[in-house]
Protein backbone atom coordinates (compact mmCIF):
# COMPACT_ATOMS: atom_id res chain seq x y z
CA UNK A 1 0.00 0.00 0.00
CA UNK A 2 1.58 3.45 -0.72
CA UNK A 3 2.03 5.98 1.97
CA UNK A 4 -0.72 8.41 2.01
CA UNK A 5 0.58 12.31 1.35
CA UNK A 6 0.08 14.76 3.85
CA UNK A 7 0.53 18.55 4.02
CA UNK A 8 1.64 18.85 7.65
CA UNK A 9 5.90 18.78 7.26
CA UNK A 10 8.10 17.46 10.50
CA UNK A 11 8.66 21.34 11.45
CA UNK A 12 5.28 21.93 11.54
CA UNK A 13 4.52 18.76 13.81
CA UNK A 14 7.65 19.72 16.07
CA UNK A 15 6.14 23.05 16.51
CA UNK A 16 3.10 21.60 17.90
CA UNK A 17 4.89 19.88 20.16
CA UNK A 18 7.08 22.42 21.34
CA UNK A 19 3.51 24.46 21.96
CA UNK A 20 2.46 21.25 23.86
CA UNK A 21 5.44 20.67 25.79
CA UNK A 22 3.83 22.00 29.69
CA UNK A 23 0.88 20.93 28.90
CA UNK A 24 2.55 17.09 28.37
CA UNK A 25 4.62 18.24 31.78
CA UNK A 26 1.58 19.30 33.64
CA UNK A 27 -1.10 16.03 32.82
CA UNK A 28 2.45 13.55 33.37
CA UNK A 29 3.33 15.48 36.26
CA UNK A 30 0.27 16.62 37.99
CA UNK A 31 -2.70 13.95 36.61
CA UNK A 32 -1.24 10.81 37.59
CA UNK A 33 -4.58 9.50 38.50
CA UNK A 34 -5.42 7.48 40.93
CA UNK A 35 -2.75 4.82 42.17
CA UNK A 36 -5.07 1.94 42.61
CA UNK A 37 -4.54 1.34 46.34
CA UNK A 38 -6.74 0.57 48.43
CA UNK A 39 -8.62 3.52 50.35
CA UNK A 40 -10.47 3.33 53.60
CA UNK A 41 -14.12 3.35 53.69
CA UNK A 42 -14.14 5.49 56.84
CA UNK A 43 -11.52 7.71 58.99
CA UNK A 44 -12.46 7.49 63.01
CA UNK A 45 -11.46 10.14 65.07
CA UNK A 46 -10.75 9.46 68.83
CA UNK A 47 -8.65 12.01 71.16
CA UNK A 48 -5.30 11.24 71.34
CA UNK A 49 -4.78 10.22 75.03
CA UNK A 50 -7.62 7.10 74.41
CA UNK A 51 -5.65 5.14 71.91
CA UNK A 52 -4.23 1.99 73.27
CA UNK A 53 -3.30 -0.99 70.88
CA UNK A 54 -6.89 -3.14 71.57
CA UNK A 55 -8.84 0.11 70.42
CA UNK A 56 -9.72 -0.89 67.25
CA UNK A 57 -10.60 -4.63 68.41
CA UNK A 58 -13.14 -2.74 71.69
CA UNK A 59 -14.66 -0.95 68.91
CA UNK A 60 -15.39 -3.93 67.39
CA UNK A 61 -16.99 -5.42 70.17
CA UNK A 62 -19.09 -2.71 71.10
CA UNK A 63 -20.12 -2.32 67.71
CA UNK A 64 -21.03 -6.08 67.71
CA UNK A 65 -23.05 -6.19 71.15
CA UNK A 66 -25.22 -3.04 70.52
CA UNK A 67 -26.04 -4.58 67.38
CA UNK A 68 -27.03 -7.71 69.17
CA UNK A 69 -28.84 -5.41 71.55
CA UNK A 70 -31.08 -4.25 68.90
CA UNK A 71 -32.08 -7.34 67.04
CA UNK A 72 -29.09 -8.42 65.01
CA UNK A 73 -26.98 -7.04 62.01
CA UNK A 74 -29.86 -8.54 59.49
CA UNK A 75 -32.08 -6.15 61.31
CA UNK A 76 -30.30 -3.19 61.13
CA UNK A 77 -30.14 -4.08 57.26
CA UNK A 78 -34.05 -3.92 57.37
CA UNK A 79 -34.03 -0.94 58.82
CA UNK A 80 -31.81 0.37 56.15
CA UNK A 81 -34.19 -0.69 53.71
CA UNK A 82 -32.51 -3.85 52.46
CA UNK A 83 -34.58 -6.94 51.27
CA UNK A 84 -34.60 -10.07 53.12
CA UNK A 85 -31.99 -11.73 50.84
CA UNK A 86 -29.69 -8.83 51.27
CA UNK A 87 -29.80 -8.10 54.67
CA UNK A 88 -28.63 -11.51 55.79
CA UNK A 89 -25.66 -11.10 52.73
CA UNK A 90 -24.89 -7.88 54.30
CA UNK A 91 -25.54 -9.07 58.16
CA UNK A 92 -22.78 -12.05 58.10
CA UNK A 93 -19.83 -9.86 55.80
CA UNK A 94 -20.44 -7.28 58.68
CA UNK A 95 -20.24 -9.19 61.78
CA UNK A 96 -16.78 -10.89 60.09
CA UNK A 97 -15.85 -7.38 59.38
CA UNK A 98 -16.40 -5.86 62.72
CA UNK A 99 -14.58 -9.08 64.15
CA UNK A 100 -11.73 -8.67 62.23
CA UNK A 101 -11.19 -5.01 61.13
CA UNK A 102 -13.24 -2.66 62.83
CA UNK A 103 -11.75 0.04 62.04
CA UNK A 104 -10.03 0.65 58.81
CA UNK A 105 -8.36 4.29 59.33
CA UNK A 106 -7.80 5.59 62.68
CA UNK A 107 -6.71 9.24 64.06
CA UNK A 108 -5.09 10.25 67.16
CA UNK A 109 -6.80 13.40 67.77
CA UNK A 110 -4.66 16.25 68.97
CA UNK A 111 -6.93 19.02 67.57
CA UNK A 112 -10.93 19.38 68.56
CA UNK A 113 -11.12 16.24 70.49
CA UNK A 114 -7.88 16.63 72.92
CA UNK A 115 -7.90 20.85 73.28
CA UNK A 116 -5.98 22.95 75.01
CA UNK A 117 -4.02 21.05 78.18
CA UNK A 118 -1.28 22.91 78.17
CA UNK A 119 2.31 21.79 76.60
CA UNK A 120 3.65 19.29 79.13
CA UNK A 121 0.33 17.18 78.54
CA UNK A 122 0.31 17.09 74.99
CA UNK A 123 4.11 16.96 74.81
CA UNK A 124 3.77 13.63 77.21
CA UNK A 125 0.56 12.38 74.88
CA UNK A 126 2.48 12.76 71.44
CA UNK A 127 5.25 10.79 72.80
CA UNK A 128 2.94 8.49 74.09
CA UNK A 129 0.91 8.52 70.73
CA UNK A 130 4.24 7.21 69.01
CA UNK A 131 4.80 4.71 71.40
CA UNK A 132 1.74 3.15 71.52
CA UNK A 133 1.37 3.55 67.68
CA UNK A 134 4.38 1.87 67.00
CA UNK A 135 3.38 -0.95 69.70
CA UNK A 136 0.17 -1.81 68.10
CA UNK A 137 1.47 -2.09 64.71
CA UNK A 138 4.63 -4.54 65.90
CA UNK A 139 1.29 -6.84 67.65
CA UNK A 140 -0.86 -6.69 64.29
CA UNK A 141 -3.42 -4.73 66.15
CA UNK A 142 -3.18 -1.44 64.89
CA UNK A 143 -5.96 -0.15 61.88
CA UNK A 144 -4.63 -0.16 58.05
CA UNK A 145 -4.20 3.53 58.02
CA UNK A 146 -3.58 5.34 61.16
CA UNK A 147 -2.44 8.64 62.24
CA UNK A 148 -2.32 11.78 64.19
CA UNK A 149 -4.04 15.18 63.69
CA UNK A 150 -2.22 17.95 64.95
CA UNK A 151 -4.14 21.85 65.83
CA UNK A 152 -3.74 24.00 62.89
CA UNK A 153 -1.67 26.55 61.73
CA UNK A 154 -2.90 29.36 62.16
CA UNK A 155 -0.79 32.23 64.52
CA UNK A 156 -2.33 30.76 68.19
CA UNK A 157 -1.75 27.19 67.43
CA UNK A 158 0.81 27.14 64.68
CA UNK A 159 4.28 26.00 66.95
CA UNK A 160 1.70 24.42 69.00
CA UNK A 161 0.42 21.81 66.38
CA UNK A 162 4.19 21.60 64.90
CA UNK A 163 5.53 20.62 67.80
CA UNK A 164 3.18 17.67 68.23
CA UNK A 165 3.84 17.06 64.78
CA UNK A 166 7.47 16.85 65.22
CA UNK A 167 7.26 14.97 68.48
CA UNK A 168 5.14 12.53 66.83
CA UNK A 169 7.10 10.99 63.47
CA UNK A 170 10.28 11.61 65.59
CA UNK A 171 8.91 8.88 68.06
CA UNK A 172 7.68 6.73 65.14
CA UNK A 173 11.50 7.36 63.49
CA UNK A 174 13.26 6.38 67.24
CA UNK A 175 10.77 3.19 66.94
CA UNK A 176 11.71 1.77 63.67
CA UNK A 177 10.00 1.97 60.38
CA UNK A 178 6.99 4.06 59.72
CA UNK A 179 3.89 2.29 59.59
CA UNK A 180 3.16 1.66 55.61
CA UNK A 181 -0.26 3.48 56.51
CA UNK A 182 0.62 6.19 57.87
CA UNK A 183 -1.51 9.20 57.85
CA UNK A 184 -1.19 13.23 59.12
CA UNK A 185 -3.69 15.61 58.92
CA UNK A 186 -3.73 18.78 58.79
CA UNK A 187 -6.51 20.84 59.69
CA UNK A 188 -8.83 24.28 58.89
CA UNK A 189 -6.41 25.30 55.90
CA UNK A 190 -7.59 28.69 54.72
CA UNK A 191 -4.86 29.06 52.36
CA UNK A 192 -2.34 27.84 49.98
CA UNK A 193 0.47 29.29 51.93
CA UNK A 194 -0.49 27.22 55.25
CA UNK A 195 0.01 23.72 53.09
CA UNK A 196 3.14 24.51 51.43
CA UNK A 197 4.30 25.53 55.16
CA UNK A 198 3.07 22.19 55.77
CA UNK A 199 4.94 20.78 52.83
CA UNK A 200 8.24 22.50 54.24
CA UNK A 201 7.76 20.96 57.64
CA UNK A 202 7.56 17.70 56.59
CA UNK A 203 10.25 17.96 53.35
CA UNK A 204 12.61 18.67 56.99
CA UNK A 205 11.27 15.78 59.12
CA UNK A 206 12.33 13.42 55.89
CA UNK A 207 15.72 15.02 55.39
CA UNK A 208 16.17 14.81 59.16
CA UNK A 209 14.99 11.16 59.63
CA UNK A 210 16.75 9.81 56.59
CA UNK A 211 13.11 9.00 54.94
CA UNK A 212 12.57 9.00 51.42
CA UNK A 213 11.34 12.03 49.64
CA UNK A 214 7.64 12.22 49.76
CA UNK A 215 7.30 9.58 52.22
CA UNK A 216 5.25 11.97 54.76
CA UNK A 217 2.02 12.57 52.76
CA UNK A 218 -0.84 14.74 54.42
CA UNK A 219 -4.31 15.34 54.50
CA UNK A 220 -6.00 18.74 54.21
CA UNK A 221 -9.62 18.95 55.84
CA UNK A 222 -11.62 21.46 53.94
CA UNK A 223 -13.03 23.12 57.18
CA UNK A 224 -13.40 26.86 55.55
CA UNK A 225 -15.19 28.67 53.34
CA UNK A 226 -11.57 30.75 52.11
CA UNK A 227 -10.54 27.21 50.72
CA UNK A 228 -13.33 27.36 48.63
CA UNK A 229 -13.49 30.88 47.14
CA UNK A 230 -10.65 33.16 47.99
CA UNK A 231 -10.13 36.84 48.06
CA UNK A 232 -9.55 37.46 44.51
CA UNK A 233 -12.30 35.43 43.76
CA UNK A 234 -10.18 32.21 42.94
CA UNK A 235 -10.44 28.63 43.95
CA UNK A 236 -7.20 28.25 46.62
CA UNK A 237 -8.56 24.11 46.96
CA UNK A 238 -7.85 24.00 43.10
CA UNK A 239 -4.70 25.32 43.62
CA UNK A 240 -3.40 22.84 46.52
CA UNK A 241 -2.56 19.54 43.98
CA UNK A 242 -0.44 22.27 41.89
CA UNK A 243 1.25 23.80 44.69
CA UNK A 244 2.61 20.75 46.13
CA UNK A 245 2.03 17.99 43.66
CA UNK A 246 1.81 14.62 44.87
CA UNK A 247 2.50 15.61 49.02
CA UNK A 248 -1.37 15.27 49.41
CA UNK A 249 -3.07 11.86 49.86
CA UNK A 250 -6.60 13.46 50.61
CA UNK A 251 -9.27 16.36 51.00
CA UNK A 252 -11.79 15.83 54.26
CA UNK A 253 -14.23 17.64 54.37
CA UNK A 254 -15.56 19.32 57.96
CA UNK A 255 -19.29 19.39 57.97
CA UNK A 256 -19.48 21.52 61.38
CA UNK A 257 -16.51 23.74 61.15
CA UNK A 258 -17.84 24.50 57.49
CA UNK A 259 -21.41 25.24 58.17
CA UNK A 260 -20.57 27.20 61.16
CA UNK A 261 -18.28 29.62 59.25
CA UNK A 262 -21.47 30.38 57.27
CA UNK A 263 -23.53 30.91 59.91
CA UNK A 264 -26.14 27.98 59.28
CA UNK A 265 -27.80 27.36 62.64
CA UNK A 266 -26.75 24.35 64.19
CA UNK A 267 -30.05 22.35 63.78
CA UNK A 268 -29.45 22.66 60.29
CA UNK A 269 -25.70 21.79 59.92
CA UNK A 270 -25.38 18.39 58.30
CA UNK A 271 -23.56 16.58 55.63
CA UNK A 272 -26.30 17.13 53.05
CA UNK A 273 -26.98 21.04 53.53
CA UNK A 274 -26.13 22.58 50.13
CA UNK A 275 -23.37 24.54 51.32
CA UNK A 276 -22.11 21.35 52.41
CA UNK A 277 -22.45 19.67 48.32
CA UNK A 278 -21.60 23.28 46.72
CA UNK A 279 -18.16 22.81 48.76
CA UNK A 280 -17.78 18.79 48.02
CA UNK A 281 -18.63 19.75 44.08
CA UNK A 282 -16.06 21.88 44.23
CA UNK A 283 -13.46 19.85 46.13
CA UNK A 284 -14.17 17.17 43.12
CA UNK A 285 -13.59 19.31 40.47
CA UNK A 286 -10.31 20.50 42.25
CA UNK A 287 -8.59 17.19 42.51
CA UNK A 288 -10.21 15.46 39.69
CA UNK A 289 -7.18 13.16 38.01
CA UNK A 290 -4.70 14.30 40.77
CA UNK A 291 -5.29 10.85 42.66
CA UNK A 292 -5.76 12.64 45.39
CA UNK A 293 -8.66 10.97 47.65
CA UNK A 294 -12.16 12.61 48.73
CA UNK A 295 -13.67 12.05 52.20
CA UNK A 296 -17.12 13.80 53.29
CA UNK A 297 -17.57 14.47 56.74
CA UNK A 298 -19.29 13.13 59.88
CA UNK A 299 -22.89 13.38 61.73
CA UNK A 300 -23.02 14.09 64.73
CA UNK A 301 -26.53 12.17 65.77
CA UNK A 302 -25.21 8.91 67.68
CA UNK A 303 -27.00 5.75 67.97
CA UNK A 304 -26.99 5.55 72.19
CA UNK A 305 -29.90 5.57 74.15
CA UNK A 306 -33.15 5.56 72.90
CA UNK A 307 -31.90 6.71 69.55
CA UNK A 308 -30.31 3.86 68.51
CA UNK A 309 -32.17 2.93 65.34
CA UNK A 310 -32.95 6.40 64.13
CA UNK A 311 -29.65 7.62 64.24
CA UNK A 312 -28.60 4.11 62.29
CA UNK A 313 -31.24 5.34 59.58
CA UNK A 314 -29.98 8.39 59.21
CA UNK A 315 -26.20 7.67 59.45
CA UNK A 316 -26.65 4.55 56.46
CA UNK A 317 -28.88 7.15 54.37
CA UNK A 318 -26.04 9.62 54.58
CA UNK A 319 -23.29 6.98 54.10
CA UNK A 320 -25.28 6.06 50.95
CA UNK A 321 -26.01 9.27 49.86
CA UNK A 322 -21.79 9.90 49.86
CA UNK A 323 -21.24 6.69 47.88
CA UNK A 324 -23.87 7.76 45.17
CA UNK A 325 -21.79 11.13 44.98
CA UNK A 326 -18.56 9.41 44.96
CA UNK A 327 -17.40 10.32 48.16
CA UNK A 328 -15.90 6.58 48.99
CA UNK A 329 -14.89 7.71 52.56
CA UNK A 330 -16.61 9.55 55.50
CA UNK A 331 -15.86 10.06 59.42
CA UNK A 332 -17.01 8.17 62.21
CA UNK A 333 -17.82 8.95 65.92
CA UNK A 334 -18.70 6.27 67.82
CA UNK A 335 -18.34 2.53 68.02
CA UNK A 336 -22.09 1.87 67.31
CA UNK A 337 -21.92 3.83 64.33
CA UNK A 338 -19.62 1.13 62.50
CA UNK A 339 -22.41 -1.17 62.61
CA UNK A 340 -24.65 1.29 59.94
CA UNK A 341 -21.13 2.48 58.48
CA UNK A 342 -20.47 -1.22 56.77
CA UNK A 343 -24.01 -2.12 56.61
CA UNK A 344 -24.90 0.90 54.02
CA UNK A 345 -21.29 0.13 52.30
CA UNK A 346 -21.75 -3.25 51.75
CA UNK A 347 -25.28 -3.03 50.51
CA UNK A 348 -24.26 -0.28 48.10
CA UNK A 349 -21.64 -2.48 46.41
CA UNK A 350 -23.62 -5.85 46.47
CA UNK A 351 -26.76 -4.47 44.96
CA UNK A 352 -24.55 -3.16 42.24
CA UNK A 353 -22.40 -5.66 41.61
CA UNK A 354 -24.52 -7.93 39.10
CA UNK A 355 -25.23 -5.14 36.80
CA UNK A 356 -21.61 -3.85 36.98
CA UNK A 357 -19.92 -6.74 36.46
CA UNK A 358 -22.46 -7.59 33.66
CA UNK A 359 -21.20 -4.61 32.02
CA UNK A 360 -17.63 -5.51 32.25
CA UNK A 361 -17.96 -8.96 31.00
CA UNK A 362 -19.66 -7.62 27.95
CA UNK A 363 -16.65 -5.14 27.27
CA UNK A 364 -14.20 -6.98 27.86
CA UNK A 365 -15.90 -9.99 25.50
CA UNK A 366 -17.02 -7.45 23.54
CA UNK A 367 -20.35 -8.77 23.81
CA UNK A 368 -23.01 -6.52 22.39
CA UNK A 369 -25.45 -5.75 25.46
CA UNK A 370 -27.86 -3.04 26.32
CA UNK A 371 -25.39 -0.69 27.13
CA UNK A 372 -22.40 0.53 24.84
CA UNK A 373 -19.71 1.10 27.28
CA UNK A 374 -16.61 3.38 26.45
CA UNK A 375 -13.16 2.91 27.84
CA UNK A 376 -14.10 5.36 30.35
CA UNK A 377 -16.75 4.04 31.74
CA UNK A 378 -15.17 0.62 31.91
CA UNK A 379 -12.95 2.09 34.15
CA UNK A 380 -15.37 3.27 36.42
CA UNK A 381 -17.20 -0.22 36.32
CA UNK A 382 -13.75 -1.85 37.02
CA UNK A 383 -13.00 0.68 39.72
CA UNK A 384 -16.28 0.42 41.58
CA UNK A 385 -16.11 -3.28 41.60
CA UNK A 386 -12.44 -3.09 42.89
CA UNK A 387 -13.47 -0.77 45.63
CA UNK A 388 -16.03 -3.25 46.75
CA UNK A 389 -13.65 -6.43 46.78
CA UNK A 390 -10.87 -4.03 48.80
CA UNK A 391 -13.84 -2.86 52.11
CA UNK A 392 -15.11 -6.87 52.15
CA UNK A 393 -18.39 -6.32 50.29
CA UNK A 394 -17.87 -8.84 47.59
CA UNK A 395 -15.41 -11.11 47.58
CA UNK A 396 -13.09 -12.14 44.39
CA UNK A 397 -14.87 -15.42 43.38
CA UNK A 398 -17.83 -13.40 43.17
CA UNK A 399 -16.89 -11.22 40.83
CA UNK A 400 -14.66 -14.03 38.70
CA UNK A 401 -18.15 -15.56 38.17
CA UNK A 402 -20.05 -12.79 37.68
CA UNK A 403 -17.51 -10.53 35.34
CA UNK A 404 -15.52 -13.06 34.36
CA UNK A 405 -12.03 -11.44 35.22
CA UNK A 406 -9.89 -11.80 38.17
CA UNK A 407 -8.31 -9.22 40.70
CA UNK A 408 -5.21 -8.20 38.27
CA UNK A 409 -7.24 -8.20 35.52
CA UNK A 410 -9.68 -5.73 37.42
CA UNK A 411 -7.22 -3.57 38.71
CA UNK A 412 -5.62 -3.45 35.06
CA UNK A 413 -8.87 -2.02 33.68
CA UNK A 414 -9.39 0.17 36.42
CA UNK A 415 -6.28 1.90 36.24
CA UNK A 416 -4.79 1.06 33.08
CA UNK A 417 -2.29 4.31 33.17
CA UNK A 418 -0.96 2.35 36.33
CA UNK A 419 -0.61 -0.84 34.48
CA UNK A 420 1.61 0.85 31.16
CA UNK A 421 3.52 2.86 33.84
CA UNK A 422 4.82 0.05 35.80
CA UNK A 423 5.62 -2.00 32.43
Given amino acids: MAVPETSLTAADLARIDGQLADTDRLLEQNYPGDDGS ?4 HTVYVPADRFTPSLAADWGNQALSTAAAHGGLARLGSLLGQDADLAEAVASRVETKLGTEPIEDLRL ?9 GDDAEDAAAVAAASAVAAAVSAGSAPPFIGIRFKCFEAPTRARGLRTLDL ?4 LAAAGELPAGLVLTLPKVTTVAQVQAMDYAVS ?9 AGRLRFEVQVETPQ ?18 PGRISGLHYGTYDYSASLQISAEYQS ?5 ADFAKEVMQLAVAGTGIRLSDGSTNIIPVGDNVEN ?3 LHGRLVRRSLERGFYQGWDLHPAQLPSRFAATYAFYRQGLPAAAGRLRNYVEQTEGGVMDEPATARALAAFVLRGVQCGAVGAEEVQALAGVGLPQLTSLAHPRLTTTSN
Wanted: proline content about 12%; cysteine-free.
Fill in 168 to 171: FVTG
Fill in 38 to 41: RQPV
Fill in 271 to 275: MEHPV
Fill in 109 to 117: DFEDGFGDR
Fill in 311 to 313: AWQ
Fill in 227 to 244: LILGPEGTSPVAQLPHAV
Fill in 204 to 212: RLEEIHSLP
